[in-house]
């Protein structure tokens, strides 16, 4: 089968590889029919160090089950399903919790010794705690939101959720990327008066204030601060979203919470430290986050997508196939707010 394989900075390539077969008798084997490319994968797309081996890519992705095996109950040869970024159990003490992205017998796709979703195929472990069944053919016209239930509009979610977004109250979203762009809708799903996004780019923008966004912050740094400050009467936001993972955005983020806020931060850190500790500390200001459970959240969500409430698939501005997928980390870099790759 023909895979996404990532050999180093901007070194991405399309191969033949082993085909995915079960393994484990909890094992399931998917067809993927949509995938994408997520903007953590372009953390490895800039930095990573040349590999001999190369690592699998891909972690969001739907597809139709061609086999399980003889332990797998809760999906069928032919189900169409969506699979979140992690895989789990979905019985173990965390998975119980909520918290599917610590599960002690789960892991993450790709790497060297996992498909990837990048791929015509994917051997899923743990099939019945992470494969969700989709009331739909793989053809719907709905298939960019459901896709989206893998990851980013999961994550979006889990942002708002720990930064605790209420009715009535205030919302700032830091970064304008799909993770924010969905963190938009689920601020305004939770009930969120004002909602505040810090971005620079006009379509991503324009897609913002479809969603749902109240104001714009275009400005950064210190502008950016004062300038939320100015909408929110000088106190800051209630709620805020960290979406981005660099230590400048976390800094914004926590500077313009208000005092006894909250800050959700969901963008894979590229910093070892929180700035601000004392400013946020002496201020009750809360951080929480880090890997969305988006497995928890996919039949809470599922409707909102089915019945139109919400359209996340927006996001995608760009499709394109296997074959085009170095070319679409190229673009996901610097062109496109996200790429799916259709199958």
């Known amino acids: 089968m023909r895979a996404t394989v990532m050999y180093g900075a901007h070194d991405v390539r399309v191969e033949d590889v082993p085909d995915a077969q079960l393994i484990e008798p909890t094992d399931a084997l998917v067809r993927v029919t ?55 159990d979905g019985t173990c003490e965390f998975c119980r919790q909520g918290l599917q992205t610590s599960c002690l017998h789960g892991g993450w796709w790709g790497g060297t010794t996992l498909d990837g979703g990048q791929g015509e195929a994917v051997r899923v472990p743990q099939a019945d705690g992470t494969l969700v069944a989709l009331p739909v053919g793989p053809d719907h016209a709905l298939m960019p939101s459901l896709l989206t239930l893998s990851d980013v509009m999961g994550t979006g979610h889990h942002a708002a959720l720990r930064a605790n977004v209420r009715p009535g109250k205030i919302a700032a979203v830091v970064g304008d990327g799909a993770v924010g762009l969905c963190g938009v809708i689920a601020a305004r799903r939770l009930g969120a008066e004002q909602i505040i996004m810090l971005g620079r780019h006009a379509d991503r923008i324009a897609l913002a204030q479809r969603f749902g966004a109240t104001d714009v912050v275009s400005e950064r740094g210190d502008a950016a601060i004062e300038r939320v400050r100015e909408l929110t009467g000088g106190l800051g936001a209630h709620s805020v979203l960290e979406c981005v993972g660099h230590g400048e955005s976390m800094r914004t983020a926590v500077s313009i919470a208000r005092a006894g806020g909250a800050v959700g931060r969901v963008g894979v850190p590229q910093e070892t430290t929180i700035p601000n500790a004392q400013p946020t500390f002496y201020a009750n200001i809360t951080i929480a986050g880090g890997p969305a459970p988006v497995r928890a959240y996919m039949h809470e969500l599922l409707p909102d997508v089915m019945e139109g409430r919400n359209e996340p698939g927006l996001v995608f501005d760009r499709t394109t196939s296997i074959d085009g997928v170095p070319d679409g980390y190229r673009a996901n870099e610097r062109e496109a707010i996200k790429v799916m790759i259709q199958f």
């Open 34 to 88: 949509r995938a994408c490319i997520c903007g953590s994968d372009l953390w490895p797309y800039n930095a990573m160090a040349p590999s001999a081996i190369g690592n699998r890519m891909g972690h969001e992705f739907i597809g139709v089950v061609e086999s399980i095996g003889a332990d797998v109950g809760n999906v069928k040869k032919g189900d169409l399903v969506v699979a979140p970024f992690a895989w789990s």
